[in-house]
């Protein structure tokens, strides 16, 4: 089996000329993994952030990247390779080697060897970032608002707030105008000393401090960045962005702008369900 791909998107990489390592099918359309990329592949164990798309070119054809998962396959070859929901070991378990799956809808035919192109669609990865960026911001703003309901200490945030994005989160989505956050509001929560007493009146309040630290972190234009703890797509990845209220820093594998400026307007808006049991935080990003 070849070695871990090669990614280059935490450096914010959108091309690379590679090899072609395997070709794997993955439902029915065809998987293609090379020995480097600068792709972001879904991560299926937190789909928060939809995969790149863009062109691999090999052999003279173009073909679209529809779709980039993660596929693996134990390091003895006792398994052949399976991707997304259908690997069963823990995520970076190191006696299995990760890879980056390209899928695209033609047969590329026997292409294991070849050179290659690829290329991420420039405007789909810069949205993604940015709402990705937004997405990491909203939820240390959220904490910041909801503060003042504990009363027991839990964990901090990367800027001394109780981690309330954390310890309640059960979905997160991002696309390029914004993202939607889900928590759960249950009794462990409020075991763990968070009061949700008047969550619903307070709502509009809620938003109104998040939109406003939003604001701020825009405009301080904030360096943003990835940090990496190797090559791998197996590696451990750190966001990290240096606000003025404090250095953040999170794991987190996804894609990220390089200034908080990028992100431009953000409009944060709060709701709860019938039952009051799960906050929803959805954030609009207005393209600058
Ligand atoms: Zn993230």
Not at 63 to 88: H, K
Not at 168 to 178: C, D, L, V
């Amino acid at each position: 089996m070849p070695e871990n791909t090669l990614v280059t998107f935490p450096a914010g990489e959108l091309t690379a000329e590679t090899t072609i390592r395997l070709t794997v099918p993955v439902g029915d359309r065809h998987g293609i993994v090379c020995a480097t990329t600068p792709f972001h592949p879904i991560d299926h164990t937190w789909p928060d952030q939809p995969a790149d798309q863009g062109t691999l070119t090999v052999g003279g054809q173009a073909l679209a990247v529809e779709d980039c998962v993660i596929g693996a396959a134990p390091r003895d070859g006792s398994a052949p390779i399976s991707t997304g929901d259908d690997i069963e070991v823990r995520r970076d378990d190191p006696d299995w080697n990760w890879y980056v799956v390209h899928v695209v809808a033609a047969d590329p035919g026997a292409v294991t060897g070849e050179r290659a192109g690829l290329e991420v669609d420039p405007v789909w990865r810069h949205g993604l970032s940015a709402g990705h960026t937004m997405c990491e911001l909203v939820g240390l703003a959220l904490n910041r608002e909801l503060a003042g309901r504990w009363t027991k200490p839990v964990k901090d945030d990367a800027l001394g707030h109780p981690d309330f994005d954390k310890l309640a989160i059960t979905r997160s989505r991002i696309q390029p105008t914004g993202s939607v956050d889900h928590y759960r509001l249950g009794k462990s929560l409020r075991r763990k000393g968070f009061s949700a007493d008047r969550l619903a009146t307070e709502l509009p309040e809620l938003e109104a401090g998040i939109n406003a630290v939003m604001e701020r972190w825009v405009a301080e234009d904030a360096t943003v960045g990835v940090e990496t703890e190797g090559p791998g797509v197996d590696a451990m990845r750190t966001f990290y962005c240096e606000l003025s209220d404090g250095a953040v820093r999170v794991p987190c594998g996804g894609t990220h702008v390089t200034r908080t400026g990028e992100i431009g307007f953000t409009q944060v808006s709060l709701s709860l369900s019938d039952d009051g049991s799960e906050l929803r935080m959805e954030a609009a990003r207005q393209l600058p």
